[in-house]
């Protein structure tokens, strides 16, 4: 008989990670690597928190993060299973080593503009970002950051974000492996200029982000799209387009919550993607764009958080945590001559980024005016979101899908019938209601929009949807 599977764990309480976290990173650990396979039983909750000498509901947490991530089922009545759907990785891998967006109408009132996703400035940490400003003109050696700066950023700021991806995110990146931007657009022109030549291939989402298209399509490069399910972008898609084009140089993601549909790729398809990824070479440009705002358990770690993954360039920014008027990102890659194009690219551009601004937002988050405001913000748009999924069950359930996202700022909305979305944008600009026509996110036709929360007061948001409601009943007659 096979000695059962046991949890080789310890509580480290040094951990800034909740112990249910720990447990179930441990238990994904041992899946990874082959000492627990597809099918395997895990403990009953009541045995594991016995083992663990812990809180039952402690166990009973970490193994809903295994479920929400699909790494295991629940069979009821008959316990927890490793999940069946998970590819076989090489375990070699596995121990890699880590290297080195009508203003004037908006202001006043008269429109109501629903962006792509945007936060609500109104509890944008303004007071506190000022404050860490005014402070970094004052301390005694000021004249040192007034010289020129590193075309990568602040090296302490860098070493920050290194810290905060490492930490929250899973990942295993230094400071000499980040670059510090003007917002995430700017990291997407960067990596597309330095990455990518006139003839390459680069598959996209569809529908997806086209100013990141746009990016990719100035380096001269062809756009391959691909489309979106409700387990994300079509991994045998994928697999096909890589057979049949040879020049594919690198596929653009938004893993985490897909832009603009919100579905989270699955664990299959990512692990899948990771496969296709370094069997043909190809690197993968991760766009995270709003990581911090999740209302579930926690955020589905980056595709670039596997150690498997041998080309990426991770994207994000802190526009949407801090204010989003402020513009820094930042990208991640392990690969040093990509990075160093980029530098020079950045150098030949701007030189190098806001020194100052660096250093207050890194004293905003040694301060923990960041992690503070992230909690603060995160439970007003958790109580915003579940008050629009009211107001949508109210008025559209008969006339539209959608489904309650697990983060974010926004909801898609596909009507229940294909609706003429040229009249339908006409007719709600006609009620000063502004909405993002669906041809943003396609150059084919998808009957969908993006109905974003985060910037708008209660008010607007039930008279907007009371109103959308009425059109799509209209058009679907």
């Given at each position: ?10 509580i ?9 976290l ?8 041992d ?61 070699k ?7 080195t967006d ?9 429109l ?5 996703g945007?936060?609500d ?20 050696a000021k ?50 200029q ?13 529908p ?24 994300g ?41 990771i ?18 705002f ?14 498997e993954?041998?080309n ?14 402020l ?7 392990k690969?040093?001559d990509?990075l160093?194009?980029i530098?020079?690219l ?5 030189v190098?980024g ?16 960041v ?23 109210k ?6 899908h959608?489904?309650?996202p ?10 229940k ?5 040229d ?10 209601i ?20 985060g ?7 039930e ?9 799509f ?5």
């Amino acid at each position: 008989m096979l000695r059962p599977w046991k949890l080789e764990f310890e509580i480290d309480k040094k951990l800034d990670k909740a112990v249910y976290l720990q447990i179930a990173d441990t238990i994904i650990t041992d899946i990874r690597s082959g000492r627990l396979k597809a099918g395997d039983t895990l403990p009953g909750s009541r045995n594991m928190a016995a083992m663990l000498k812990i809180n039952r509901n402690t166990v009973v947490e970490a193994y809903q993060v295994l479920i929400n991530e699909e790494w295991v089922i629940s069979k009821e009545r008959k316990g927890i299973f490793v999940s069946d759907k998970i590819p076989v990785m090489h375990s070699k891998s596995l121990n890699r080593t880590s290297e080195t967006d009508y203003q004037s109408m908006v202001a006043n009132g008269m429109l109501i503009s629903f962006d792509d996703g945007h936060p609500d400035s109104k509890i944008a940490p303004v007071t506190e970002l000022a404050r860490a400003y005014r402070q970094i003109f004052s301390i005694k050696a000021k004249w040192q950051m007034m010289g020129y700066g590193d075309e990568h950023g602040d090296i302490e700021f860098r070493k920050m974000i290194s810290k905060m991806l490492n930490h929250q995110r899973g990942m295993q990146i230094q400071e000499n492996e980040i670059s510090i931007t003007r917002g995430s657009q700017m990291g997407m022109f960067l990596t597309a200029q330095s990455l990518l030549t006139s003839g390459d291939g680069v598959i996209v989402e569809n529908p997806g982000y086209q100013p990141a298209w746009q990016a990719f399509e100035y380096t001269g490069a062809t756009l391959i799209p691909v489309s979106v399910d409700e387990e994300g972008i079509d991994i045998e898609a994928v697999e096909k387009r890589l057979i049949q084009h040879k020049n594919i140089k690198a596929i653009y993601i938004t893993p985490h919550r897909q832009y603009p549909t919100t579905v989270t790729l699955s664990l299959s398809r990512r692990l899948k993607l990771i496969e296709l990824s370094n069997k043909h070479n190809i690197t993968i440009i991760e766009d995270d764009y709003d990581n911090e705002f999740h209302f579930g358990y926690r955020p589905i770690l980056p595709l670039s958080s596997f150690p498997e993954l041998n080309n990426y360039v991770y994207i994000g920014t802190l526009s949407k945590v801090v204010a989003p008027a402020l513009r820094i990102g930042y990208l991640a890659t392990k690969n040093q001559d990509l990075l160093k194009k980029i530098g020079n690219l950045r150098k030949i551009i701007d030189v190098h980024g806001d020194v100052i601004m660096e250093q207050a937002v890194l004293q905003l988050i040694k301060d923990g005016a960041v992690k503070k405001h992230i909690k603060k913000a995160t439970v007003h748009y958790k109580n915003k979101r579940d008050f629009v999924y009211s107001l949508l069950k109210k008025y559209m359930k008969d006339v539209a899908h959608f489904t309650l996202p697990e983060g974010g700022l926004a909801f898609w909305i596909a009507p229940k019938a294909q609706i003429d979305w040229d009249v339908a944008t006409t007719l709600l600009l006609e009620k000063n209601i502004k909405i993002i026509h669906p041809k943003q996110y396609s150059r084919n036709y998808v009957n969908g929009f993006r109905l974003s929360y985060g910037s708008l007061p209660e008010d607007q948001l039930e008279q907007s949807i009371v109103i959308i409601s009425e059109v799509f009943a209209k058009l679907s007659e």
